[in-house]
């Protein structure tokens, strides 16, 4: 398997822009995550999803964001506008155990710019 | 305020040096703690721990929980040039909310050669 798939790696938007990242889970893994890590917070859980359906978003920092699993292998996190305090690495993880405290596969992230 | 901190939030060894990262909660209604290792991209689980005093170990690394004192170790021996990395604790409280997940802000080891 080729693990949690990210895309794009990068991206770099001015402010009041529509940004989606995408994430494509690893097969067969009923949990997915999304994390934003920056310098000023550290790592924060903002939503996840169970079986496609979203669990908890207390996490999403505002209105903002917006997250959706249509299907088991692709999710979206979406920021629309998008400000530059967004700015940050957003992650996404998957697991195949119950519960948010168990071992996750980590994307490689997407680095967002908002200018 | 629930809270997770790390100490020292940086380090620096030599190659062969045994090091200790500590890692202190203050979480009401604690469930877990994990420990992950992020090198220049996405974190990699290390550890899970639940119970007090039960040592949880992989190679040269290992962790122990004091739940007791409300704190972790996570000790490294023999540390190699590849242990460089930012060490991340993180405690779960009881509750499914994506807020029952506290990360604290890391230790940032360096080992030289």
């Known amino acids: 398997d080729a693990g949690v798939i990210q895309s794009p790696r990068h991206e770099v938007t001015e402010m009041g822009q529509e940004v989606t990242l995408r994430c494509k889970p690893i097969?067969?893994?009923?949990?997915l995550f999304w994390y934003r890590q920056t310098m000023m917070r550290g790592l924060e859980l903002l939503i996840y999803?169970?079986?496609?359906?979203?669990?908890?978003d207390s996490g999403m920092p505002e209105d903002r964001f917006s997250a959706k699993m249509p299907n088991a292998s692709f999710s979206t996190l979406k920021i629309q506008p998008s400000e530059p305090r967004d700015s940050a690495v957003y992650f996404c993880?998957?697991?195949?155990?119950?519960?948010?405290?168990?071992?996750?596969?980590f994307g490689p992230g997407t680095r967002l710019t908002v200018l | 305020e629930d809270k997770v901190v790390q100490s020292p939030l940086s380090l620096v060894v030599h190659e062969g040096d045994t090091v200790t990262l500590n890692c202190s909660y203050e979480?009401?209604?604690?469930?877990?703690l994990l420990w992950y290792k992020q090198e220049k991209k996405a974190p990699t689980f290390l550890f899970m721990l639940?119970?007090?005093?039960i040592e949880k170990k992989s190679g040269r690394l290992s962790s122990i929980l004091d739940k007791k004192e409300l704190f972790s170790i996570l000790n490294i021996t023999a540390t190699q040039t590849g242990d460089s990395a930012v060490y991340l604790c993180?405690?779960?409280?009881?509750?499914?909310?994506?807020?029952?997940?506290?990360f604290g802000t890391g230790t940032r080891l360096t080992v030289i050669p």
């Open positions: 979480v009401t209604n604690f469930r877990s």
């Open positions: 999803f169970n079986n496609n359906v979203p669990i908890d």
């Open positions: 993880a998957s697991s195949f155990v119950s519960g948010f405290d168990n071992e996750q596969f």
């Open positions: 097969s067969g893994h009923d949990y």
């Open positions: 639940t119970s007090s005093g």
């Open positions: 993180a405690v779960s409280q009881d509750g499914a909310g994506a807020n029952n997940l506290f």
